[in-house]
Every structure is written in structure tokens, then in C-alpha cells.
């Protein structure tokens, strides 16, 4: 008698919980369409202008030539994967682009974020507002002018650096012929050109964060180093880790013109990239196949790398996708 | 899971279908402008060809931004009215930038939209486009060119440098004014200060070079000068003292029993030379980050160079600016041409700037060959170049004492006139003894005498012919390898420059023999006797009809003779 | 409230190096200005240094006279204000929805997009799409191609997703629908993100170069950065005929390629200030306490 009585209520609440749940779906569609109607524009020009060409990735495979197009070409398989991978330098070269990009991400990463702090504490907003102009700056520079600057400052006779050692009765250092200074100023130029434009962002998202937070903080007697490692870096947590998971994806990627324009023969073994080699290959008439052949190498590298990073984010629950 | 597999499934068939659509509209592209060339109008020996119906051409064109806002623009200005009114076809102009141009004109050619007419120096380049058959061979237009039939009986080496592998001429050139690609430019106050003479010898040289850098010839108490520089293009002026004709993209080969061989004995002379001239501070330690020779130049103007290798390029420009700023900053400079010093592997002469040079391919899709042929016959007579390159007599020029035309008022020409040359890409100036150097200087200017009469010599001294020319040939007609040996050899280039660096910088540490014995090493090791073999083949099959090292000093000496 | 001795040293040395910093960043920039208006024969004896030497503006006038290059300020601005409109308009488009939680395979549609970050078609069959599509010529070539960076939208999803619920919560009660929602809550919370986005969108269309070199071809249409990379190429004195060479004379590479770096970054640092007005601190906080 009394089981009867006590299912009944459960059924019921099974039978609302199916109908809600039924609602609940109906509304999440009504809820979907004028997103899919945003969507749509954007889908369209994902597809044309990014998957549509995305084809085009097949002459890695093929021997391409302006007489047979992209469709006659002929098929070659992983010949042009050989052609590139055969040299005895393309190890090195491999190696050398991947070190120097996460040499790059190690050091470089963390100084937009620590430059957007710093920017953040000042008090006195026209010395903010100059200062982050400024620091802009180098980024619209040509790698042209920055080398021309390092060369001013790091040449063994006549640059800055080694003049002031002079003084010192210090012997010159050939900054740029040794491996690892070279390396230290190829990072250093880089970040230093491109600091500017990453602080931004920070910037953007130092703005979200409650003042009070800070204040209450202050009160309660934190100094200012707990305030900004309690406060401040969680507040932009969020956008650290979408970042990082975006360098990832960029780590195949060693400027072109950064290195052409820094590197030389006495650090050849360290400063010879993807990006180099292939330009020196030359105006061959395959030159189209080997390029989209490489490029297809470093996108599955770069791809791989992004997915291992979203599966690492998903533990701190900022997953990318 | 199934959600991953649909959505797989649905970017493989994105793809795919991508892939078909760019595929397809391209090829439809190429099926439908089939190919008109092989239609040669015929016209019976004697008779003289129809006045054609007016055509269409398109002509690409270097793009520098060089038309003032006043003047139009590349495709429209005083000077495309001009021949669009006067000349026998409707002419339009694609400007291309002349930094990317390969870039641009690639895209072009793969989208089946390039020009009729393709004017670019970069020979690979214009290799490649005759390997994807994209050109129309010149032999089926010649007869609507009488002016370039003429160039070429008149110039043989036109047509050995314009002919492919199958036989059949497929490039246009034009034949210019031989210049001695760098030159030796000795301080001479700096001599007579140091007791000194002009050095014969590359071991004189070297003695004369030290004493530059050590004996503080400016006489302003500090080590301050260099002797020589040693940066880029210079670098390859002391390579070719020894004969060998390297430079960053090309290797050294050398002709010896008829067989083309790699020129390891000149490289192991010219290293060794090199390493001296580091070691002992004769030139800047920083040369290897001089990349455009920039800071040799400076260091010149400022009086600090003794022995400067100079780019020839531009002697009028060197001579109205260059030498005035050597003089404000150093009031007691003299400077003197010099030839190359006699060196233990021989006596040569620098590397001659390509006097035969070619420009111009033809498009197989052109869709009117004879409008072609015909435009470039009207553009290639000289009453056309003259008009286009100088500009209008009475306005811009009037006959000069020698004959040549004179510059009324530089600055108008600037604007109105400059911007117009390269229209005339393809013109042989060589054959206006005008437009040489000698004659391009006011004699009545004591400035201008002195450096017209500077350039004599420098003639004197680069084209004597009891000097052997270093290497093969000029850079430019040396001949292209193919794809998988162009990995070879930028592999070698890339070992050999790393390792000759390393000696030059590295002391006692690192011989220059050391460097020779590894670089061989690394050669034989990368498949260098695939090149040697390329190379071997090319010169049996080509040695009587490719451009070689004595047809260069043929045309320089031709040339010489007309400005005596 | 009164800061701290420990607070007042941080600030002051903070001050300090974000001073020094400063300082490195832009005296490279006086020296290329300082290079753009002096006389040649100082510039080739590499004697400039922070103030001109022989001041003179005929670099300038060269530049702005002498070539398109007026013409091509002028279509530099137009592709540019356009552009980041519409760049804007879509990257809303795209992070907007993929930001709701509630979005239909989310998840997919991201990772479809991030993909297209990885991998590319590449130079040619990206031209042949725009060329069958009849773009050739025309901005919407560079508009289109450009209309959406995916990475600018990730940055603006992020920002999106952040925005605290109960503000968004509060609207919904009022009968908001997720259009409204949109544009009378999130755009205005969003502004330091959306100046933000304005100003990456704006450089990288200022500073087009290979997209505009490729689809366009009519020298009068061309931007300012193709026109000032042209002139740089002006004094390849190898191969024009020598009669040519006194045209060249007055005006050295290195103050061209001053004048150009200059005429091209002046307008970026003229912007940047007027969007720093939107950093403003606190933004969310007015909406969820009042």
C-alpha cells in the first residue's frame, strides 16, 4: 500500500522532469536561431576563403606547374617531403627553428604581461598614457631598422656596447659571432619589438578587474607584491591561458624576416630556419610544391601542439574548444 | 564520437570540394585561351607584310614608384599616349613592384592572367616560366621584328643567350654598356704620405693595406682606418683577384683540359688572403653584418677606407655627390683608380656587369602574336627609345657638343622624363654610344672632366686583355639547375660560406686549409658530384653556343672602340 | 589614501623603468626622423644622430610630389576605416554566438575555426578564389579576405565569456532577447576589448602589403605601404640606363626609406591615444552595483 503511494509521486516528477527537459530543448533551439543567423555570414566566409582554398594544400603532393594547374598536376606522393628532408642540414634546421621558438616563448611571454602590470600601477594617467604609446613603437619598425640598431649597439669595433668597455679597459666581445650571445640578442630584439603589441591586450583585460578587490586587499594589509600575485594575475587568468594555447600555435613560426635579417655565417649553425632555408632554395619552377610541402609539415606540427595545450588548459577548465 | 566523425567527414568533403572548384575554374581558364602561337601569318619573301588591323598588347612593367601624381600614372601618362597614339598597337600597361615582381607575376601566370609581354631580369625565374611552357618561342614573331633581326645578326651572343634547351629562341635581350662590375679605388694622398706605391702585387697589396690600417695615414693620432673593405660584393672583388667568381649564391668552377671543374686551389689563394686581412685588422671586424655595404661606404666618405672596393653602379652619381662628400670630410683626399694586383694563381680583371642581358619573354596565351611582335619592333627603334628615354627634343634635351643629347633642366627631366625608362626595358643601349658613361659628363664642368676622365682609366685598367677573366662566365649565363640540385647546391653554398667564415674569424684556431680540406669533405658528402656532372654535361653540349667568359670581353672591347 | 613607504618605492621604480623602456623605444624613432630631414652628404657619412644635420624638407616634398604617393594616403585611409568597420561588424558576428554556452556544436565551430589558424592554402589558390569571385581590383578583395581574424575573435569571445552573469541575468528578467542582450548590455561593457580589436584591425589594415600587391593590380588603387616598398626600389642604379642616374642624386636610399617609415607609423601613433580613452577601469562594476 505504501509503495504505491510513494511511486506515484516519483513517476510524476520523472514525467515533469521529461517535460522540462523537453521544454528545456525546445527552448535551447528558439534560443540557437538568431545565432545561427549571426553565424551565417561568418560560416560563409570561413568556408570560401579559408576551407575553400584549404584544396589548394594537395600540391605538397604533387609536382605543380602552371601548365596542368592544380587539378593536372601530377601526383608525386612524399617526393617533395623527400626532396626537403634530404638534405644533412634540415635536421639542424628543423631543430634550430624549434628552439629558438620556444626559447622565445619562454622568455618572451611573460614580459607583456609583467610590462601591462607595471602600466596598470601608475598613478599618473598622462606618464600611462605616453609610456604605452611609446612602447608600441618598435613593433611598426622593419626588422631592417631593428638590425641596423643591434649592429649599432653590438658590432665588436665600433658598437655601442663594446665602446663603453673600452673604458673599462675591457676587451671587446664578439657579441654577434658567439652562439649563445647571439641567440640572448636575437630574443632580446624580438621581444623588445613586439612587447608593445601583446601588452595591449593585458591592458584590455586589467581593465575588468574590480577595483574594490584591490582596496578591500589594501585594508586588510597586503602589500603590493600579494595584491598583484592575489589579485591581479587571476583576474586575467582567462586571457594568459587563451595566449599561451595561441602561441602554441605559432611555434613553427621563426619570423622570416627576424632571422634574415639578424643572422650570419659565424652563427649559421644556430640561426638557419624553415623559413631561410627555403627562401634560398631559390625561384625554382617547383618551388610552389616545396613551399606548400614544408608548410604542411609545420601546420601539423603547430596543430598538435595547440591540441595538447587545449587538453592541458581543460584541467583549469579554460579549454579553448 | 559520432559527432567527431560527422564533422570530420563534413571538412574532408569542404576540402575535397574546394579542391574541385579551384581546380576546375582554373583549368576551364587554360582549355579556353588555347593557344594561338603556332599560326605564323604568311608572307611570301619580298612582300611587304599587311599594314596590321590595330591590336591589343598587355606589358608588364617595373613598378617604382616613380610617377609623379602630376604626370598620372603607370598605366597613364604623356609618354603611354604617346605610343598608344603613334604606335601600330593598343598598349596596356601592367605595373608590377619590382621588389616582389616574381611573386606578383607568378600568381599571374597561375591564374592564366598574366600579360602578353613579360619584362623581368631574374633569370631563374624566367627559366621556370619556360619549363611550366608558359612561353611563346620569339622565332614565330621575328618577321614583325626587323629591328631586333638586325640586333641579332648584328649581336650573336643575343641569340646563344636567348636559345632553350629545344632549340628555339624564347627570350629577348638587349645588349648594354659593358661595365666593370667593382672596382679598386686607392687613396693616393695616402700613398704619397706613406712613402708608398701603388701596389702591383697582391702581396704589395696586403703590405700597402697594413700600413693604411697601422700607420694612421690621416694623421689624426688615432688607429682609426681601415685598409680595405671586405663586405659583400667586396668580398667577391677579392675573390675574383685569385679568379674564382663565388659569391653567396654561386660557386667557383673553373675550366681546366676542357672539363669544368670546382676551383678549390683559387678558393684555398683567395681564403687564405681573406683571413690575412681580418687577422691583422686590416679590414672590419663586423664585415660579415655589413649587408648592403653600407658601412664600407660610410666609412669611406668619412676618409677612413684606403683601398675601397666600390659597386660601379651609378659612376655619374659617385662622381656629383659621392666625391663631394669624400671632400668635405676629407679636404686632402685623392683617390685613383686600381687595377687588380697580380696574384700567384695569375692576373685577372674584375667581373664585367652582364652587357648581354635578358629581358623579355612572350606569354603562350598571347592572344595576338603579331600585335606583339609588332609593338616591340616600334618600341626597339631608336627614334622611339630616344624619345621615350631622353624625352622631347627642344623640351627636355638639345644636342650636345659630342653630339649626344644634353639635359636642358635636370629637374623637369626628373619629373617628366625619368619615370619612362623601363618602358624601354628591352632597348639595347649598347648601341647608342650616348647613353655610355664617358658621355654622359659636361666636360666643360672641371668636376665632371675629372671624374669622365677618372672612368677612362678605370676601362684602361679593368678591360685590358692580357687580363684572364675570373670564372666561367657572367653570373647571369651561368646555367640554372633543377630543383633537386638546387638543394644541393644551396646546401654546399650554405656549408662551404660557413666554414670560409669561420676561418677568416677564428685565428689561429681554424686554417684556412683546414676550412678547404672540410669543405671538400661536406661537398662530397652532400652530392657534389652531381653538380660537378650537371656542369660537366652542360658545358659538352653547350660550349660552342652559350655565352661565355671571351664573348663578355668581345663586347667590351666592340664598345670601347666607339667612345675613342 | 595614503600610500605606503613600501608602496611609494615600488612606484618609484616603477616609474623608472618604465621610463628607461620608453627611452629605448623611441629614440630610434627621433633618429629616423632626425635622418628624413637632413641633408644627404650627412646622412651618407652617417653624421645624424638625434637632431638633423643641414635641415631641409626636400625629402619630404620628393615624396609627397614626385610620386603617388599622396594618392595612395588617401586609399590607405579608405581601406583602412572600412575595414575595421567591417572586421568589427563580423568579429561580433563570430564571438558573440560562440560565446553563449548554450550554442548548438560549440564546440565544433570553434575548433573548426581555430583549424584555419593552422592550416592554409596558401598564396595561389587563395588568389584563384578571389579571382573567380571577380574581386580583382576592388577593396572588398582585401575586405573580404580580411574579415575576420581568428585570432582577434578568440581575444573577443574570451572577453565575452567573462562578462559577469548577473549582469547579463538582470537583463534577461527585464525580457531582453539575446539580440538586445547584445547590443544594450555586452557591446557597452565591451568597450576596451572593441577599442582594442580597433586597433589591431586598423594596423593590420594600414599596413597591408602582400594582400594588396596580389589582388591589386591599377598602380592609382594602391595603398601607401606598396608605394613607399616601390620607392625604395628607386635607386637600383644597376639597371637604369646611366642617363637616368641624376635623377636620382639628391635623394639617398636611407633618407627615403626615413620618410617612409615615418609618413607610415605617425597616423598609428596619432590613434592609439584617442582608444586608450575606452581602458577605462571598472567598467562591469557600475552595471552589477547600481
Known amino acids: 500500500m505504501s509503495n504505491a503511494v510513494n511511486q506515484a509521486p516519483a513517476a510524476l516528477t520523472a514525467m515533469h522532469a521529461e517535460k522540462a527537459a523537453v521544454l528545456k530543448r525546445r527552448r535551447r533551439l528558439k534560443q540557437n536561431i538568431p545565432l545561427f543567423l549571426m553565424l551565417l555570414p561568418v560560416i560563409v566566409y570561413y568556408i570560401l576563403f579559408k576551407y575553400w582554398p584549404m584544396g589548394g594544400m594537395v600540391i605538397a603532393f604533387k609536382d605543380y606547374n602552371f601548365a596542368d594547374g592544380i587539378l593536372h598536376s601530377p601526383w608525386v606522393g612524399l617526393k617533395n617531403f623527400k626532396t626537403l628532408f634530404s638534405s644533412p642540414n634540415t635536421l639542424q634546421i628543423i631543430w634550430n627553428t624549434f628552439w629558438l621558438s620556444l626559447l622565445n616563448l619562454v622568455v618572451g611571454f611573460p614580459v607583456p604581461i609583467v610590462l601591462a602590470i607595471m602600466l596598470n600601477e601608475v598613478r599618473r594617467a598622462w606618464y600611462k598614457r605616453w609610456v604605452q604609446t611609446i612602447v608600441y613603437l618598435p613593433y611598426f619598425f622593419s626588422w631592417v631598422i631593428v638590425a641596423g640598431i643591434v649592429l649599432e649597439l653590438f658590432a665588436t669595433d665600433y658598437g655601442t656596447v663594446n665602446k663603453v668597455l673600452k673604458l673599462f679597459s675591457i676587451e671587446p666581445i664578439t657579441f654577434l659571432y658567439e652562439a649563445h650571445s647571439w641567440i640572448a640578442i636575437f630574443l632580446a630584439a624580438g621581444i623588445w619589438k613586439e612587447m608593445g603589441f601583446s601588452t595591449i591586450v593585458y591592458l584590455a583585460a586589467l581593465t575588468t578587474i574590480d577595483p574594490a578587490l584591490y582596496e578591500s586587499a589594501g585594508m586588510d594589509g597586503a602589500s603590493k607584491w600579494r595584491q598583484i600575485w592575489h589579485i591581479t594575475l587571476p583576474g586575467i587568468r582567462h586571457t594568459i591561458i587563451l595566449l599561451l594555447i595561441l602561441a602554441m600555435g605559432r611555434v613553427m613560426e621563426v619570423g622570416f624576416d627576424q632571422v634574415y635579417n639578424l643572422q650570419n655565417s659565424a652563427v649559421a649553425d644556430v640561426s638557419e630556419v624553415i623559413s631561410t632555408y627555403i627562401y634560398k632554395i631559390g625561384l625554382g619552377s617547383s618551388q610552389f610544391s616545396l613551399t606548400t610541402a614544408m608548410g604542411l609539415f609545420e601546420s601539423v606540427i603547430s596543430c598538435t601542439l595547440v591540441l595538447l595545450a587545449n587538453r592541458i588548459a581543460r584541467k583549469f577548465d579554460q579549454a579553448l574548444f | 564520437m559520432k559527432n567527431k566523425k560527422l564533422w570530420l567527414g563534413m571538412t574532408v568533403s569542404v576540402v575535397a570540394l574546394g579542391a574541385a572548384l579551384v581546380g576546375c575554374s582554373s583549368n576551364s581558364k587554360q582549355e579556353g585561351a588555347s593557344p594561338s602561337a603556332a599560326a605564323p601569318a604568311s608572307t611570301k619573301p619580298g612582300e611587304q607584310p599587311q599594314p596590321a588591323k590595330r591590336g591589343d598588347v598587355s606589358v608588364s612593367m617595373y613598378d617604382r614608384g616613380a610617377v609623379p601624381a602630376s604626370e598620372g600614372s603607370y598605366e597613364d601618362n604623356r609618354w603611354t599616349k604617346w605610343i598608344n597614339q603613334n604606335g601600330p598597337a593598343n598598349v596596356k600597361i601592367v605595373p608590377v613592384l619590382r621588389s616582389d615582381s616574381t611573386k606578383k607575376l607568378n600568381v599571374l601566370f597561375a591564374s592564366g592572367s598574366a600579360p602578353d609581354i613579360v619584362n623581368e631580369y631574374t633569370t631563374p625565374f624566367r627559366g621556370s616560366l619556360y619549363d611550366q611552357k608558359q612561353l611563346m618561342p620569339i622565332d614565330n614573331i621575328l618577321q614583325y621584328m626587323p629591328e631586333y633581326q638586325k640586333l641579332l645578326t648584328q649581336y650573336p651572343q643575343l641569340k646563344k643567350a636567348g636559345t632553350k634547351p629545344d632549340g628555339k629562341l624564347y627570350e629577348i635581350g638587349k645588349v648594354k654598356e659593358a661595365v666593370p662590375a667593382h672596382i679598386l679605388l686607392i687613396r693616393t694622398d695616402w700613398l704619397k704620405k706613406l712613402n708608398l706605391s701603388m701596389p702591383t702585387t697582391t702581396d704589395e697589396l696586403l703590405a700597402v693595406a697594413k700600413a693604411f690600417a697601422d700607420q694612421d695615414p690621416d694623421g689624426n693620432g688615432k688607429k682609426d682606418t681601415y685598409g680595405m673593405n671586405m663586405s659583400t660584393y667586396s668580398e667577391q672583388a677579392i675573390n675574383e683577384m685569385f679568379g674564382e667568381s663565388s659569391s653567396s649564391t654561386l660557386l667557383a668552377w673553373d675550366l681546366k683540359d676542357g672539363k669544368v671543374v670546382r676551383a678549390w686551389d683559387k678558393e684555398l689563394a683567395s681564403l687564405t688572403f681573406k683571413k690575412k686581412l681580418y687577422d691583422e685588422g686590416i679590414i672590419d671586424k663586423d664585415y660579415i653584418n655589413d649587408k648592403d655595404g653600407a658601412k664600407a661606404k660610410q666609412d669611406f666618405l668619412n676618409g677612413k677606407i684606403g683601398i675601397y672596393v666600390k659597386f660601379t653602379g651609378g659612376w655619374y652619381d659617385f662622381t656629383m655627390n659621392d666625391m663631394g662628400t669624400l671632400k668635405k670630410n676629407a679636404p686632402t683626399a685623392e683617390i685613383a683608380p686600381l687595377g687588380y694586383p697580380k696574384s700567384p694563381m695569375g692576373t685577372f680583371t674584375g667581373a664585367i656587369d652582364n652587357p648581354v642581358q635578358m629581358t623579355t619573354v612572350v606569354n603562350a596565351k598571347a592572344k595576338n602574336p603579331e600585335a606583339v611582335g609588332r609593338y616591340l619592333d616600334f618600341m626597339m627603334k631608336p627614334e622611339t627609345a630616344s624619345k621615350i628615354i631622353n624625352g622631347d627634343e627642344g623640351t627636355h634635351w638639345k644636342k650636345g657638343e659630342n653630339g649626344c643629347p644634353q639635359i636642358i633642366d635636370p629637374a623637369k627631366s626628373k619629373n617628366e622624363v625619368g619615370y619612362a625608362f623601363d618602358y624601354e626595358m628591352f632597348y639595347s643601349q649598347g648601341q647608342d654610344k650616348c647613353s655610355f658613361v664617358l658621355n654622359q659628363f659636361n666636360t666643360s664642368d672641371p668636376l665632371q672632366k675629372a671624374g669622365m676622365d677618372m672612368y677612362k682609366d678605370v676601362q684602361k685598367l679593368y678591360f685590358d686583355s692580357s687580363r684572364e677573366y675570373p670564372g666561367i662566365t657572367v653570373g647571369d649565363h651561368m646555367p640554372v639547375f633543377s630543383a633537386d640540385l638546387q638543394v644541393i647546391n644551396t646546401t654546399i653554398l650554405k656549408d662551404k660560406g660557413d666554414l670560409f667564415v669561420k676561418a677568416i674569424i677564428s685565428g689561429p684556431k681554424y686554417t684556412a686549409e683546414q676550412a678547404i680540406k672540410d669543405a671538400q669533405t661536406a661537398y662530397d658528402k652532400s652530392g657534389g658530384k652531381q653538380l660537378d656532372d650537371f656542369m660537366n654535361k652542360w658545358y659538352q653540349d653547350n660550349k660552342d653556343t652559350a655565352f661565355l667568359a671571351k664573348d663578355v670581353m668581345t663586347i667590351a672591347k666592340q664598345q670601347m672602340e666607339q667612345v675613342k | ?290
Open chain 3, 1 to 290: 589614501m595614503k600610500a605606503t613607504k613600501g608602496e611609494r618605492i615600488f612606484y618609484a621604480i616603477n616609474y623608472i623603468l618604465l621610463g628607461l623602456l620608453a627611452l629605448t623605444c623611441v629614440l630610434p624613432f627621433i633618429h629616423i626622423i632626425a635622418l628624413s630631414l637632413s641633408e644627404r652628404s650627412a646622412v651618407d657619412s652617417g653624421h645624424v644622430f638625434l637632431w638633423p644635420v643641414g635641415l631641409q624638407f626636400t625629402a619630404y616634398k620628393i615624396f609627397f610630389i614626385a610620386s603617388p604617393a599622396f594618392n595612395a594616403f588617401k586609399n590607405s585611409i579608405i581601406i583602412t576605416i572600412i575595414g575595421v568597420v567591417l572586421s568589427l561588424f563580423g568579429t561580433i558576428l563570430a564571438a558573440y554566438p560562440l560565446s553563449r554556452s548554450y550554442l548548438f556544436a560549440r564546440r565544433y565551430l570553434t575548433l573548426g575555426m581555430v583549424f584555419t589558424m593552422l592550416f592554409s592554402g596558401g598564396l595561389i589558390p587563395t588568389y584563384l578564389v578571389v579571382k573567380n569571385m571577380h574581386l580583382i581590383d576592388s577593396y572588398w578583395s582585401l575586405w573580404l579576405t580580411g574579415f575576420i581574424s581568428t585570432y582577434n575573435m578568440l581575444l573577443m569571445r574570451s572577453y565575452f565569456e567573462n562578462i559577469p552573469y548577473e549582469v547579463q541575468e538582470a537583463a534577461r528578467i527585464d525580457g531582453c532577447s539575446d539580440t538586445s542582450l547584445l547590443i544594450r548590455v555586452i557591446l557597452p561593457l565591451s568597450l576596451p576589448m572593441l577599442a582594442t580589436l580597433a586597433l589591431f584591425y586598423g594596423i593590420s589594415y594600414w599596413n597591408a602589403f602582400m594582400s594588396v600587391l596580389m589582388y591589386i593590380n591599377q598602380s592609382e588603387m594602391m595603398n601607401l605601404t606598396v608605394v613607399v616598398q616601390a620607392m625604395l626600389q628607386k635607386n637600383d642604379l644597376l639597371n637604369s640606363p646611366s642617363l637616368n642616374v641624376e635623377e636620382q642624386a639628391a635623394v639617398a636610399t636611407e633618407m627615403v626609406k626615413a620618410v617612409g617609415v615615418v609618413v607610415m607609423v605617425v597616423p598609428m601613433l596619432v590613434i592609439y591615444p584617442f582608444l586608450q580613452k575606452y581602458f577605462v577601469k571598472g567598467v562591469m562594476l557600475g552595471s552589477v552595483k547600481g
